[in-house]
């Protein structure tokens, strides 16, 4: 195996473990989450919205190395990562 393939099936086994092991979020209240998306080897795109809303939903990427976010309203959101 040639270091172009080792490579490749490193970065293809990365990018499906962090498909398979999203983080665990802790949801400030009066937001729910959306949606948690894989972006890449090491970020999750977060959609959120407001609790009870039915409108548009807003977003922010957080990557692996992060513990919180603090959002535009001043709420804290956590990251728990397995």
């Known amino acids: 195996m ?3 393939q080792w490579a490749a ?3 293809l086994a990365k990018s499906g ?3 398979f092991n999203p983080p665990q979020v802790t949801v400030p209240p009066g937001l729910e989450m959306v949606g ?3 972006r890449g080897m ?3 795109t ?3 919205r407001d609790s009870g809303s039915k409108g548009g939903s807003s977003q922010f ?3 692996r190395n992060s513990r919180s976010y603090t959002g ?3 709420v804290d959101w956590e990251f728990h990562w397995s």
Request: glycine share 12%.
């Open 9 to 11: 099936a490193g970065i």
């Open 36 to 38: 948690c998306k894989a």
């Open 72 to 74: 535009k309203n001043g």
């Open 42 to 44: 090491n970020e999750y």
């Open 2 to 4: 040639g270091f172009l």
């Open 17 to 19: 473990h962090n498909k």
């Open 46 to 48: 977060i959609k959120y």
């Open 61 to 63: 990427t957080v990557s």
